[in-house]
């Protein structure tokens, strides 16, 4: 059949009556909303209903589906141990969703952790639609540290395995808004945190679902949100369909942004192609960077390049500036890829004979050898940002003061290990988190001394 309907949902734990023992009345509006979606859900009669959660199992680069035939919860945790669950899992659709997933080497599937109870981004939906229908299997999908358009993806493969399946299914999209909406809730304030609700009301209240790509990163993590990415792959379970969408609420009063909206599809739209929209537009963007890269950049892409497509590591070219034939020093490079890293790495002192030795080996490094991303593949290799940062020689500093994390990058030492952070980075606003950082790459604990050192970069991109 298909995908019936998505909802996009909250889960906060106190919106059950037995955990929230009469707090949860100050979000009666999102409360009356979860009922109707549940009431519509009934009305549907669904075979399986899919919730993505951002509380279920997470890998960096992987996501991780229903493993095994079933799964239990409770609300224990938050005191209220009588309100459990124990859910059967639809094993056909996730075998077929893994063998489409096989069949296109894309990281998703039942491997890994095998968890062992229901989260509660899973279990607070449940909790609602268990009052009104209970004949239905679940499928319960993790969400990833992968870019926006991966999760996207599995939104089209789960769409294509509950066709090829026959489902009556449902999608629910699990996730709060941002967590920083009012000076008195449990995380504070930020005032990108009522833009991000703003915004995502807006669009989803729209079904502009290409919308969703242009949220980055950095504005969501300042934001404190969780439910972004489980947005996405609902989104991509409608992609090339029109969908008529219904904003049932919105509610900020605990400091947490709870948003409520329906989608119903309707017929086919192929001008809602969204994720091909988006990569042809990163492309072009792309390509039109490539034009103004200085030697550096370019001397960085094409060693990559070369060893991605080719396994080829090329020589250094004769007709370089000659700084960077001639001088020495410590090169990084960082690879950025749909408005997300994905790798960097550098030398803090030079280890080949001029700048334009190590940028050919580092940019090999930094695209294949980073240990927190897997190998750059070839048809990654058009939507690459590519800077390079040549840096200065460290000086010795006597503390944070002498510190400014749009001009120094910084060095934090104990003994041989050794921690670096270049300047000016998304996210990175002070001194204290620069070395905060720095320290946890070095493994060096809060508590203990260490030497300070600054150096100043200049950034090719």
């Not at 950095?218 to 792959?233: D, L, N, P, W, Y």
């Not at 007709?319 to 890293?341: C, T």
């Not at 927190?372 to 940002?385: Q, V, Y």
């Not at 606003?429 to 320290?439: G, K, L, M, N």
């Amino acid at each position: 059949m298909g995908i019936l309907a998505g909802f996009m949902v909250p889960h906060p734990p106190m919106i059950v009556p037995q955990v929230g023992r009469g707090s949860e009345e100050q979000i009666r509006k999102t409360i009356a909303a979860y009922e109707q979606v549940a009431e519509d859900i009934a009305a549907l009669r669904p075979e399986t209903i899919l919730i993505s959660s951002p509380h279920a199992v997470m890998y960096s680069d992987y996501f991780h589906i229903s493993p095994g035939k079933g799964a239990r919860g409770s609300f224990s945790r938050f005191g209220a141990r009588n309100v459990s669950f124990d859910e059967t899992y639809d094993t056909e659709l996730v075998h077929v969703l893994e063998i489409l997933a096989g069949e296109r080497d894309f990281p998703a599937g039942t491997l890994g952790e095998r968890e062992k109870e229901l989260d509660h981004g899973t279990m607070v939906p449940l909790y609602f639609i268990r009052q009104k229908y209970q004949d239905f299997r679940l499928v319960r999908i993790g969400l990833s540290g992968l870019a926006l358009t991966e999760h996207y993806r599995l939104g089209q493969m789960i769409r294509e395995a509950v066709q090829l399946t026959g489902r009556r299914a449902v999608y629910v999209a699990s996730g709060d808004l941002s967590h920083k909406l009012q000076s008195y809730g449990p995380y504070g304030f930020a005032e990108e945190g009522p833009r991000y609700d703003e915004r995502i009301m807006d669009v989803c209240g729209r079904a502009a679902f290409g919308e969703l790509f242009d949220f980055d990163e950095t504005f969501c993590e300042k934001a404190a949100e969780c439910g972004h990415r489980s947005f996405v792959i609902m989104a991509g379970a409608f992609d090339r369909t029109e969908v008529e969408a219904k904003a049932l609420s919105h509610e900020d009063v605990t400091g947490v942004g709870y948003g409520i909206c329906e989608f119903f599809p309707k017929e086919e739209a192929p001008e809602r192609d969204f994720l091909d929209q988006y990569l042809a537009k990163e492309a072009a963007k792309a390509a039109a960077r490539k034009e103004s890269e200085d030697p550096y950049v370019r001397l960085a892409r094409a060693s990559l390049e070369s060893y991605i497509r080719d396994h080829r590591r090329i020589d250094v070219p004769a007709d370089l500036p000659e700084e960077m034939l001639k001088k020495r020093a410590g090169v990084f490079v960082s690879i950025h890829e749909h408005q997300r890293l994905r790798g960097c790495i550098g030398t803090i002192a030079p280890v080949t004979g001029s700048i334009a030795e190590e940028i050919l080996r580092n940019a090999i490094s930094a695209s294949t050898e980073d240990p927190r991303f897997e190998p750059i593949r070839k048809e990654e290799l058009d939507f690459l940002e590519i800077n390079v940062d040549v840096l200065g020689d460290p000086e010795p500093i006597s503390g944070l003061e002498e510190l400014d994390v749009k001009r120094y990058g910084v060095i934090v030492s104990r003994g041989r290990r050794r921690g670096l952070l270049l300047p000016d980075l998304d996210g990175v606003d002070t001194p204290e988190q620069q070395v905060a950082i720095a320290r946890r790459k070095a493994g060096i604990d809060p508590d203990e001394d260490v030497d300070l050192e600054r150096f100043e970069v200049v950034r090719h991109q």
